[in-house]
């Protein structure tokens, strides 16, 4: 081994410098891949309705991008795509006085949709993967898979039988990840 020398001190700074800023420039890299916006509500939200933060920001990550004027081809509008009767549906539900329909507001599309997802992780006892299906498919279809046993025991992505709820799931678990790596969510 050579000796130590100024040069070799020098050239060991420079590279423990480089490496600090390849690694800034990859976290800002996967920041702006997974935004976070909206953080007062989400955290809000789901410390009232006992959901992970992250699986919100995650759902909103691949429901919309964050962007609250996001409307859907089959109708699902805002952050968190609700359809317009779900949300009515939620909001009566929820006790909310005089819900005008407004989803497009960043606030009370997060508001609604975290509790409804809290409503599915519910019903499905925790099962992420199943209360995201629902999310996606519907209810009434995952209620069916377990019932055809569609959903075994083993009640993994690839049990599910539309693709679209399958892409779902798996960009939403990817994305919590993700936000579980890059972001400190509430207290």
Known sequence: MGRFTTRNAAIYILILLGL???????????KYLYPLRYEDYIVRYAAEYNVDPYLVAAVIKVESNFSPTAVSPKGAIGLMQLMP???????????????????????????????????LLKEFDGDTTMALAAYNGGTGNVREWIKSGVFGRKR????????????????????????????????
Do not use: C
Request: charged share 20%; hydrophobic share 40%; no cysteine.
């Open 20 to 30: 600090l800023a390849l690694y800034n420039n990859i976290l800002w890299l996967l």
């Open 85 to 119: 009767e779900t949300a009515r549906w939620a909001a009566d539900q929820m006790g909310i006085r005089n819900f005008n329909g407004d989803v497009y507001n960043p606030e009370m599309n997060i508001r609604i949709g975290t509790w409804y997802l809290s409503v």
């Open 156 to 187: 993994d992505l690839d049990s599910i039988p539309f693709g679209e709820t399958r892409t779902f799931v798996y960009k939403v678990k990817r994305a919590h990840a993700w936000y579980r790596r890059l972001y400190k969510l509430g207290p």
